[in-house]
């Protein structure tokens, strides 16, 4: 259990589909982070939200919709993907964003395939 | 190119023998980080150093951080089955304010 959960952990869908991940956390923390891990790359810091408001969007196809209601939930809504964007999406919590002094709280993540 | 890159890419070694991973960076940190991820797992925290320090323990890991040459190495010692993951340093870059990955070690422990 590690205080961020993500659901689905899995998701199949197809390119004219829409679907949403949700990120939780009880942490308590104030930023919450997507990120991105393709194989064979890095990991990529895709949107960042300090206190629900977003600071980092890290040049994201706009099929990449990111919603933060507040602190604890953060949604990726996805519509008209291509096969390419299939990866492990992954959901981060930390204390602060703004001044990154501490670590990040890792959710399982979600493995998306797109057809 | 990224800002962390480790080294080497992958790694194999014989359960009890020590496995050493190194992470070069480019630019000014205000610290850095080590993560372990489990295959297709989330990614856990390990350990974190801070630019003016120069080495770090957390039970059988040992982190040291060399800023005149850009570098981090992570060491675990009395390797087990168990630390079969990938290895990532993570930078905040000073004035960026985000974490910034490697691309990873891929360790693997053979019984």
């Known amino acids: 259990e590690t205080g961020v959960t993500q659901t689905p ?3 199949v869908m197809g390119m004219t589909n829409k679907k949403s991940l949700k990120c939780e956390q009880h942490l308590g923390h104030n930023a919450m982070y997507w990120y991105k891990q393709s194989a064979k790359k890095p990991l990529e810091l895709m949107f960042v939200y300090n ?3 977003q600071t980092e969007n890290n040049s994201v ?7 933060c209601p507040n602190s604890s939930h953060l949604f990726l ?3 008209t993907l291509q096969p390419e964007d299939s990866a492990l999406y992954l ?3 930390s204390q602060e964003s703004g001044r990154v002094s501490g670590e990040l709280f890792f959710g399982e993540g979600s493995r998306l395939t797109v057809l | 190119s990224q800002q962390g890159e480790e080294d080497p890419q992958a790694l194999s070694i014989q359960e009890g023998e020590n496995a050493t991973m190194n992470c070069s960076y480019k630019t000014s940190i205000n610290n850095l980080q080590w ?3 489990n295959s297709g797992r989330g990614l856990v925290h390990l350990i974190l150093i801070r630019s003016n320090e120069r080495e770090k323990h ?3 890991l040992r982190v040291t951080l060399d800023t005149s040459k850009k570098s981090s190495s992570l060491l675990i010692t009395a390797s087990r089955a168990a630390d079969t993951a990938s290895y990532f340093c993570a930078t905040v870059i000073q004035g960026a304010q985000k974490l910034v990955f490697g691309q990873g070690t891929r360790l693997t422990i053979n019984p």
């Not at chain 1, 196809?61 to 990111?66: A, E, G, H, V």
């Open chain 2, 35 to 37: 993560y372990r991820q």
């Open chain 1, 51 to 53: 206190f629900k408001e």
């Open chain 1, 61 to 67: 196809p706009s099929r990449f919709s990111p919603e």
């Open chain 1, 91 to 93: 959901c981060a919590s």
């Open chain 2, 58 to 60: 957390s039970g059988r």
């Open chain 1, 9 to 11: 952990r899995h998701l």
């Open chain 1, 77 to 79: 809504h996805l519509h």
